[in-house]
Nanobody, 119 residues
Framework: QVQLVESGGGLVQAGGSLRLSCAAS????????MGWFRQAPGQERESVAG????????YYVDSVKGRFTISRDNAKNTVYLQMNSLKPEDTAVYYC????????????WGQGTQVTVSS
């Protein structure tokens, strides 16, 4: 089992920045990739960014490219999402997730952290 705990959400004005963190505990040796997802009210959950634990290959959805940066600290079993130039449409609950096998099938999920961007 793996436990994921997110932190760093909050309220920020448009154009501002936030940094999300997600700390993994438990069977962390099984981490293949970690990712950030978000879900706004009335919308489907979408993948925002992902990173492979070994090698550090990254993925971003087009809407956040150039504004968000995903990174990881393998020693701390922590993944980060630096969000700059935030827009009101970035408002959502952000979830951290972990995959043990692939870049797309995630096995474990965090509880979510609210990000609200005011205009």
């Amino acid at each position: 089992q793996v436990q994921l705990v997110e932190s760093g959400g909050g309220l920020v004005q448009a154009g501002g920045s936030l940094r999300l963190s997600c700390a993994a505990s438990g069977r962390t040796a099984s981490i293949y990739a970690m990712g950030w997802f978000r879900q706004a009210p009335g919308q489907e959950r979408e993948s925002v960014a992902g990173i492979r634990w070994l090698g550090g290959n990254t993925y971003y959805v087009d809407s956040v490219k150039g504004r968000f940066t995903i990174s990881r600290d393998n020693a701390k079993n922590t993944v980060y999402l630096q969000m700059n130039s935030l827009k009101p449409e970035d408002t959502a609950v952000y979830y951290c997730a972990m995959s043990s096998l692939t870049d797309t099938a995630y096995d474990y999920w965090g509880q979510g952290t609210q990000v609200t961007v005011s205009s």
